[in-house]
């Protein structure tokens, strides 16, 4: 017969194995403490030329709109070498997304959404092209391309006439049909804008000027 184990004899057997998880648990929680006041030693500080490439949102009122312009003559044949393969001759659509039209369809049943029915601030448009057109090279337009493609396609859906020229003061003056269609985000932790319509300073000197 085996006699049976007490819980005396199991605690003096487990003890020792207890004990050394514990001061392993220790050990590590002071290794941590003391690494986490210590500097890591790789990496090195950024400088303001390698932050200004990532630097590159634009804003709704216009703010971070770069220097440079485009006329709507040469976004046309910027957009047949580069867009009209996805977005059509005349940005009817094709394997991507259709750019023009779809005026006043927004509360029907089918609603069109384009940048000229949907879209709700003109730099924002700047902001997408140059960030991630063409789908095969993006980032790859100058500031004066992305000027003239945008003029292009706001020509398109007949919101700037076929001699403008895109800038950042003209592009910013731009008011978009849907732009009341959209409202701020009501979640708590998303900052809140405020002033009279909800406007930037700088946006209201623009259309004031204007």
Same mark, same amino acid.
């Given at each position: 017969?085996?006699?049976?184990?007490?819980?005396?004899?199991?605690?003096?057997?487990?003890?020792?194995?207890?004990?050394?998880?514990?001061?392993?648990?220790?050990?590590?929680?002071?290794?941590?403490?003391?690494?986490?006041?210590?500097?890591?030693?790789?990496?090195?500080?950024?400088?303001?030329?390698?932050?200004?490439?990532?630097?590159?949102?634009?804003?709704?009122?216009?703010?971070?709109?770069?220097?440079?312009?485009?006329?709507?003559?040469?976004?046309?044949? +910027?957009? !047949?070498? &580069?867009?009209? /393969?996805?977005?059509?001759?005349?940005?009817?659509?094709?394997?991507?997304?259709? $750019?023009? *039209?779809?005026?006043?369809?927004?509360?029907?049943?089918?609603?069109?959404?384009?940048?000229?029915?949907?879209?709700?601030?003109?730099?924002?448009?700047?902001?997408?092209?140059?960030?991630?057109?063409? +789908?095969? !090279?993006? &980032?790859?337009? /100058?500031?004066?391309?992305?000027?003239?493609?945008?003029?292009?396609?706001?020509? $398109?859906? *007949?919101?700037?006439?076929?001699?403008?020229?895109?800038?950042?003061?003209?592009?910013?003056?731009?008011?978009?049909?849907?732009?009341?269609?959209?409202?701020?985000?009501?979640?708590?932790?998303?900052?809140?804008? !405020?002033?009279?319509?909800?406007?930037?300073?700088?946006?209201?000197?623009?259309?004031?000027?204007?």
């Amino acid at each position: 017969m085996h006699s049976r184990k007490t819980p005396h004899a199991l605690t003096k057997r487990f003890c020792p194995t207890l004990a050394s998880l514990g001061c392993a648990a220790m050990l590590l929680t002071a290794a941590q403490s003391t690494h986490a006041e210590q500097k890591f030693g790789f990496g090195h500080p950024i400088s303001q030329k390698q932050l200004a490439a990532w630097d590159i949102n634009v804003f709704a009122d216009g703010g971070n709109l770069p220097a440079g312009s485009g006329t709507v003559a040469q976004g046309r044949d +910027l957009y !047949a070498q &580069q867009c009209a /393969s996805c977005h059509g001759a005349k940005g009817e659509g094709g394997l991507g997304d259709k $750019l023009a *039209g779809g005026k006043n369809t927004l509360a029907s049943d089918k609603p069109v959404k384009t940048v000229g029915s949907y879209w709700p601030y003109a730099p924002t448009l700047f902001d997408y092209i140059r960030r991630a057109m063409p +789908l095969t !090279a993006p &980032q790859t337009l /100058s500031n004066d391309q992305v000027y003239a493609v945008t003029a292009y396609v706001l020509q $398109l859906n *007949g919101l700037v006439p076929d001699d403008a020229t895109m800038d950042a003061k003209s592009l910013a003056a731009i008011r978009m049909p849907n732009r009341d269609g959209f409202v701020p985000d009501p979640r708590p932790d998303v900052p809140q804008p !405020a002033g009279d319509e909800k406007k930037s300073a700088q946006h209201k000197a623009i259309e004031q000027a204007h």
